[in-house]
Nanobody, 123 residues
Framework: QVQLVESGGGLVQAGGSLRLTCAAS????????IGWFRQAPGNEREILAT????????YYADSLKGRFTVSRDNVKNTVYLQMSGLNPEDTAVYYC????????????????WGQGTQVTVSS
């Protein structure tokens, strides 16, 4: 099992940047792919990015238009989501999730979730 804790959310002005951190505890973090998702009120949970176990491969949702970057440090058991060019439409609760071995774009395929961190972008 793996436990996940997100941090780094907050209030930022439009055009600003934030870096979210997903800290993992438990066994064999490097055997898990990580996905970043977000959910705004009234919306479904939306895939943002995934990163495979070694960090060599990643996926990004087209809607992000290159504004977000995912990375991981398996020594620190941590995954990061660097976000730039934020706009009010990015306001949501952001979650990281872990899936054994392989990433997926569907939130239903992930077994372990953090509690989420709120990101609010003001205009």
């Amino acid at each position: 099992q793996v436990q996940l804790v997100e941090s780094g959310g907050g209030l930022v002005q439009a055009g600003g940047s934030l870096r979210l951190t997903c800290a993992a505890s438990g066994r064999a973090f490097s055997t898990y792919a990580i996905g970043w998702f977000r959910q705004a009120p009234g919306n479904e949970r939306e895939i943002l990015a995934t990163i495979e176990r070694t960090g060599a491969s990643s996926y990004y949702a087209d809607s992000l238009k290159g504004r977000f970057t995912v990375s991981r440090d398996n020594v620190k058991n941590t995954v990061y989501l660097q976000m730039s060019g934020l706009n009010p439409e990015d306001t949501a609760v952001y979650y990281c999730a872990a899936r054994f071995l392989y990433a997926s774009r569907s939130p239903h395929d992930y077994n372990y979730w953090g509690q989420g961190t709120q990101v609010t972008v003001s205009s």
